[in-house]
C-alpha cells in the first residue's frame, strides 16, 4: 500500500494542476505536454534533468537516513550553502592552484562544511533536547545570509566590478563534465555513490539496523543497547554531509562560482523527494527525477506559455500535500463521529 | 460514618459482562454503592476493576447487564452522560494544562463557558469548605502533586456529585497528602456523597471504606465490611488460594551467588515512576528467584537498572560474579551472560515492523556473532531465527514475517527463545506469560526450569503468584520500591505475600518488610 500513494499522488496533481491550466485559460493538455515532457524530449533535456536531480538526490538520500531514524533536519538547504562555502572557500584563497586534488578537497571540505552546519542541531538536541526542526530550519536562514555576507565581502572578485560574486572557478576546481555539449557533471556520480553507500548501510550495517531499530521502536533500541543520541549525532551529521556534497557539486558544476543565491530550494524540495521517495534508496532516485522535472517543467511553461514562475512551486506543493493526505487515507479509516462517542 | 438507609441505593449494577477479544473482563459482576457510602472496589491488576469503572463512567458499554440509578433503570452513553447523572471521576494521571492557572483548567473541564470572577470565587468557597486549599490562579505547573489532584476533586465538586469514583489515588500522593484526602472523603461521605474507591491498598481500606467490593479474574467474589475483616482476609479473597503443585527442581543443586544486589538506590526519572530504595537479592546459580508485587510498584524501574537501560548510580550496586557491572549498558552487561526478556513484547522486546530474522539480530548479534567484517550476516541470523522457531515451537509461517503478525504467546516463545538461545548464566524476565495462552505458558514455565536445571540463573519478575509459585524456589516481594527479603517459597505463606504485596506493615509478623530508610 506504501508504494501505491505516490502514484495516486501524483494523477491527482496532475489532475489539479489540469484544472489549474484551465482556469488559466490554457489548453491543459499542450499545458501538461510543455510541463512534463518537452523539457525532456531532447538529450539535452534529459542531462539537464539529471544536472537537476543530482542536488534533490544528494539531499534527500541524506535526509531520509534521519527521517528513518525519526530526526527531523529540515535544514539541508542551509547545510548545502555552508557546504559550497567551505567547499568554495578553499578556490577562494588558492585560485592559481592547478593541482589535481584541488577538487577532491573541495568536496571533501564541502561534506566537511554541511556536517559541521548539521552538528549545530545534533548538539543542541542531545544537549539541550532542542527541537531539530525549528533549529536545522533556522540555521538556513543563518546559511544563506552568511554566504550573501561573504560574496559582498572577503570572497568578492576584486576584478568583478563590484558585483557579489567570487571569481569564476578554475577547471581544476570544477567538476568535470561527463558527456560534452552538455552541463552533466560529475556530481551526478557522486549522487550515485551515495546512494548505493547508503543503500548498503541501511540494509547491511549495524549502524544501518539502528537507524532503522531507533526510528521505529526506540525502547526496543535502548533494550538492544542502541544510544539514541549516537544516532541523533549520526544521522544529522550523515545528512549535512550529503548536503553540503550537493552545494560544492552545485557551485563546482552548473554554477560555477559562489554568488549570493545558488540553489533554487534544492534542500527544501528534497525533503518532498525524501517522502515521495518512501525513505527508500531507489524511490529517491525516481523521485528526484521527478521533483528535477517540476523544475524544468515550470521554466518550459513559463518560456512557452507565459505562465507565472510559481508554477514549480504550486506544483512541487501540491505532490507533498497529496502525498500526505493520501498518507493519512490509507492508515487511517474516516468516519464521522458524534461528540461525547469516542473510545 | 454511618451509611443512610434509603429506599433505593444510589448504583446498583446486576450481572455487568464485558467481552474483549480472547479476554472475559467482566463476567457477571454485581455492586451496590449506598448513598454517602465510602465502598471500596479491590482486586489485582486485570482483575477487571477498570472495566468496570469504564462501563459505570460511560467511557465502554458492558455487553451485558443492567445499572439502576437511584433505582431506575439507566444507560449511561458516554461520559458526559455520567456528569449530568452526578457522577464524577478522578483518574489516576491527571489531565491538566501545565501552562495554566488552576480557574482556567477548571473552566475547561466544566459544562458552557464560565464567568471566571465567579468560578474562581466558587473554586475558593468549595476548596475552603472541604480543606482542599488552592488558589485559582496559581499555575499548574508550579504545584505539588497532591494539589493537582486536589485541582481535580474540586472540579468534580464544583458539579455537586452524588457518586465521586477514584482511581488509586493515593498512588500518587505522599502519606500526609493520603491523610489529607481521606478527612475531605470522610466528609462527603457524612453530606450523603457516595465514593466508589478503586485500590489495592488493604490499609486504606480497612481504614477509610464502609463495604468492599472484591473482583478476581474479571469474576465477583464477595462484598465485606472491610472493618471487619483482617488484612489477611481481605488479602486471601483478593488472591484466591487455590495454587497449583509447584514442580521446581531440587533446592540441594543451588551453587554459588552469581547475581548479587547491594544497596540499591535510584530516583525515578519519571515524574510517575517508583524511587527504588536500598534494594537488596542474590541470586545463585541453578536458582529461580521470583519477584511479587502488584504493577508500578518499581518493577519497570529495577528492570531497567538490571539491563542497563538504566545506569545504577554506582557500579557496585550490581555485581555479577563478584565483577561490578552497575554501570555497563546493555550491550555489556549481554557479553558478560546476561539475557533480558522484557514485559512489553511488542516494541521494547522486539521491533513489530522487522522481520523475524530482523528481531533475531537485535540483542544476540554481540553474542551469536552475526556481523561479519561490519556487514550483517543474512544467512547466519536467519539460521538463528530459523533455530529459534523450531526449538521454541513458535507457530509462525516464515522467519520474514514481522514480529507484529505472531501472536502474543508466539512472539513471546520468540524472544524467551532468542534470549536463551545465546546460553545466558542469568536471564531476567519480567512476565513471561502475561497474556499467554495457557499452552504456550506452559511451554515457557517448563524452558525456564530446564535453563535453571543446566546451572544458568533465572529472574522471574511477575504479578501471577500461580506462576512465581510453579517455578520460582525463592520468593521476594516488591512494594513502593522496596523488596522484602526472599524466602525459600515451602516457608511462604500466599497470606504474607498478599501483604506484603499491599504495603502494610507494621503489624509485627511481617519484620520482613524492609523499611530501612
Given at each position: 500500500m506504501v508504494y501505491i500513494t505516490p502514484i495516486l499522488a501524483l494523477t491527482l496533481t496532475i489532475l489539479t494542476g489540469m484544472l489549474l491550466f484551465s482556469f488559466l485559460g490554457v489548453d491543459p493538455v499542450e499545458a501538461l505536454r510543455n510541463f512534463f515532457i518537452v523539457p525532456i524530449n531532447n538529450q539535452y533535456g534529459a542531462t539537464e534533468l539529471l544536472v537537476k536531480a543530482t542536488p534533490l538526490i544528494l539531499c534527500a538520500i541524506g535526509l531520509s537516513v534521519g527521517f528513518r531514524a525519526?530526526?527531523?533536519?529540515?535544514?539541508a538547504e542551509g547545510q548545502l550553502t555552508v557546504g559550497a562555502i567551505f567547499g568554495g572557500a578553499l578556490f577562494v584563497y588558492f585560485p592559481e592552484t592547478e593541482s589535481v586534488f584541488m577538487l577532491p578537497a573541495m568536496i571533501l571540505l564541502g561534506a566537511i562544511g554541511g556536517a559541521l552546519w548539521a552538528a549545530i542541531p545534533a548538539f543542541l538536541k542531545t544537549r539541550?533536547?532542542?527541537?531539530e526542526i525549528l533549529t536545522s530550519l533556522m540555521l538556513v536562514y543563518v546559511a544563506t545570509l552568511l554566504l550573501s555576507l561573504l560574496v559582498h565581502g572577503p570572497?568578492?572578485?576584486?576584478?568583478?566590478?563590484?558585483?557579489p560574486e567570487s571569481k569564476i572557478f578554475t577547471d581544476s576546481a570544477t567538476m568535470p563534465i561527463l558527456?560534452?555539449?552538455?552541463?552533466?557533471?560529475?556530481g551526478s556520480i557522486i549522487a550515485l555513490l551515495a546512494v548505493l553507500t547508503t543503500w548498503i548501510m541501511l540494509a547491511k550495517t549495524l549502524i544501518g539496523f539502528q537507524v532503522k531499530v531507533i526510528g521505529t521502536a526506540p525502547k526496543a533500541g535502548a533494550y538492544a543497547g542502541f544510544s539514541q543520541k549516537k544516532i541523533i549525532w549520526f544521522s544529522l551529521l550523515f545528512g549535512g554531509a550529503m548536503a553540503g556534497l550537493a552545494g560544492i557539486s552545485e557551485v563546482s558544476g552548473p554554477v560555477g562560482q559562489l554568488l549570493?543565491?545558488?540553489?533554487?530550494?534544492y534542500g527544501f524540495t528534497a525533503i518532498i523527494v525524501a517522502f515521495l521517495g518512501r525513505l527508500h534508496p531507489v524511490g529517491i532516485i525516481f523521485a528526484g527525477l521527478l521533483m528535477a522535472l517540476t523544475y524544468l517543467g515550470g521554466e518550459t511553461a513559463q518560456i512557452n506559455?507565459?505562465?507565472?514562475?510559481a508554477v514549480t512551486g504550486v506544483f512541487q506543493g501540491m505532490v507533498l500535500f497529496y502525498l500526505l493526505a493520501c498518507d493519512v487515507f490509507v492508515n487511517y479509516r474516516f468516519q464521522l463521529n458524534r461528540f461525547g462517542k469516542a473510545a | 460514618m454511618d451509611t443512610k438507609d434509603t429506599e433505593h441505593p444510589r448504583l446498583e449494577l446486576k450481572g455487568i459482562t464485558k467481552q474483549y477479544p480472547g479476554v472475559?473482563?467482566?463476567?457477571?459482576i454485581d455492586l451496590k454503592i449506598l448513598s454517602g457510602e465510602i465502598h471500596a472496589l479491590l482486586g489485582?491488576?486485570?482483575?477487571?476493576k477498570s472495566t468496570l469503572v469504564k462501563a459505570i463512567y460511560g467511557v465502554l458499554k458492558a455487553d451485558s447487564g443492567e445499572i439502576f440509578w437511584n433505582g431506575t433503570p439507566t444507560n449511561i452513553a458516554s461520559p458526559h452522560a455520567a456528569r449530568s447523572l452526578g457522577i464524577g471521576m478522578i483518574f489516576q494521571h491527571f489531565s491538566l494544562?501545565?501552562?495554566?492557572?488552576v480557574a482556567e483548567n477548571i473552566a475547561l473541564g466544566m459544562p458552557g463557558r464560565q464567568n471566571m470572577a465567579e468560578l474562581a470565587k466558587n473554586i475558593i468557597e468549595v476548596s475552603e469548605n472541604y480543606g482542599l486549599p488552592l488558589h485559582p490562579?496559581?499555575?499548574?505547573?508550579?504545584?505539588s502533586v497532591g494539589e493537582k489532584q486536589r485541582i481535580e476533586i474540586v472540579r468534580c465538586l464544583l458539579q455537586n456529585p452524588k457518586l465521586l469514583i477514584m482511581d488509586?489515588?493515593?498512588?500518587?500522593?505522599?502519606p500526609q497528602e493520603a491523610d489529607k484526602l481521606f478527612e475531605t472523603l470522610r466528609r462527603l461521605s457524612a453530606e450523603g456523597v457516595s465514593i466508589l474507591y478503586i485500590s489495592h491498598k488493604l490499609d486504606e481500606i480497612k481504614a477509610l471504606c464502609h463495604k468492599a467490593t472484591i473482583l478476581r479474574g474479571g469474576r465477583y467474589i464477595a462484598e465485606c465490611d472491610p472493618t471487619k475483616e483482617t488484612a489477611k482476609s481481605l488479602a486471601e479473597m483478593m488472591i484466591g488460594t487455590n495454587l497449583t503443585t509447584p514442580r521446581h527442581q531440587?533446592?540441594?543443586k543451588r551453587g554459588p551467588v552469581r547475581l548479587k544486589v547491594h544497596n540499591l538506590s535510584l530516583d525515578s526519572t519519571d515524574q510517575f515512576g517508583v524511587d527504588l530504595n536500598l534494594i537488596n537479592f542474590d541470586v545463585k546459580c541453578g536458582e529461580i528467584l521470583g519477584i511479587a508485587g502488584?504493577?508500578?510498584?518499581?518493577q519497570v524501574e529495577l528492570l531497567e537498572v538490571l539491563s542497563g537501560e538504566q545506569l545504577s548510580t554506582?557500579?557496585?550496586h550490581i555485581l555479577l560474579e563478584g565483577q561490578?557491572?552497575?554501570?555497563?549498558g546493555p550491550v555489556d552487561r549481554r557479553k558478560n551472560g546476561i539475557a533480558f526478556v522484557p514485559e512489553?513484547?511488542?516494541?521494547?522486546?522486539?521491533?513489530?515492523?522487522?522481520?523475524l530474522v530482523n528481531n533475531a539480530f537485535l540483542s544476540a548479534y554481540r553474542t551469536k556473532n552475526l556481523l561479519d567484517k561490519g556487514l550483517i550476516n543474512n544467512n547466519k541470523t536467519t539460521d538463528f531465527a530459523k533455530e529459534i522457531v523450531e526449538k521454541f515451537d513458535v507457530r509462525t509461517?516464515?522467519?520474514?514475517?514481522?514480529?507484529?503478525?505472531?501472536?502474543g504467546g508466539n512472539l513471546q516463545k520468540f524472544i524467551v527463545g532468542r534470549e536463551m538461545l545465546q546460553d545466558p548464566k542469568l536471564i531476567i524476565i519480567a512476565?513471561?506469560?502475561?497474556?499467554?495462552?495457557a499452552g504456550a505458558a506452559a511451554d515457557i514455565h517448563q524452558a525456564i526450569i530446564d535453563l535453571a536445571e543446566k546451572g544458568a540463573s533465572v529472574l522471574v519478575v511477575s504479578q501471577d503468584l500461580d506462576e512465581l509459585f510453579a517455578i520460582s524456589n525463592r520468593i521476594a516481594v516488591i512494594a513502593e520500591g522496596r523488596l522484602s527479603v526472599s524466602r525459600d517459597i515451602h516457608e511462604f505463606t500466599i497470606e504474607q505475600i498478599g501483604l506484603l504485596m499491599g504495603g502494610t506493615s507494621g503489624s509485627g509478623s511481617e519484620k520482613e518488610v524492609q523499611s530501612v530508610a
Open positions: 525519526n530526526v527531523w533536519n529540515i535544514g539541550f533536547n532542542a527541537n570572497f568578492r572578485d576584486p576584478d568583478g566590478y563590484n558585483f558527456l560534452e555539449g552538455t552541463r552533466l557533471h560529475f549570493p543565491s545558488i540553489s533554487p530550494g506559455l507565459g505562465m507565472p514562475v | 472475559l473482563a467482566n463476567d457477571d489485582e491488576n486485570g482483575a477487571g494544562f501545565e501552562a495554566m492557572t490562579d496559581r499555575y499548574v505547573h508550579t504545584l488509586e489515588p493515593t498512588s500518587v500522593l505522599t531440587d533446592t540441594s502488584v504493577a508500578g510498584n518499581g554506582d557500579e557496585a561490578p557491572i552497575g554501570k555497563l512489553d513484547r511488542l516494541g521494547h522486546g522486539s521491533v513489530p515492523e522487522m522481520s509461517s516464515g522467519v520474514s514475517h514481522a514480529a507484529s503478525s505472531l501472536s512476565h513471561p506469560t502475561w497474556g499467554v495462552d
